[in-house]
């Protein structure tokens, strides 16, 4: 079971993130001045030492996957680029293209650079890479 303080800590971290859901801010403006933001649609949790720590002991989760961190993907919003694309809650993302995920903030950098992600994620004990087109929303 995870403490209450590493919730608090993945709440706290969503906020600071517009919510937690992976919304980008790109160069463009709408006509009436709205800014239009890249939009993939998880909320995530960066992966410390102490968050896998306490995932590794969860007995909902006897098999988490030893490795060195990236991001657990806590929710995937219906009908979201993610969703389309097929990334599951559950997932850990641990690469975007040629770019290692060590934190949320790594993805935010990836998907404000491109249209097109290469996202591998490891799905129980299988890594699988999966293509997420990303959309602009305001």
Known sequence: MLHPGVLLHFQLNCSTYSSGQCHLQSSGKTDNGFLKRRYMGITMLTLTENVMRDLKSNIKMPNFPDIDGGVFVY????????????????????????????????????????????VTVIRGSKKEVITVNTQETI
């Open 75 to 118: 929710k995937v919003i219906p009908g979201s680029p993610a969703y389309i694309g097929g990334i599951l809650a559950g997932d850990i993302i641990v690469s975007i293209g040629d770019s290692p995920i060590k934190s949320a903030a790594d993805v935010y950098d990836c998907v404000e650079k491109a249209d097109h992600l290469q």
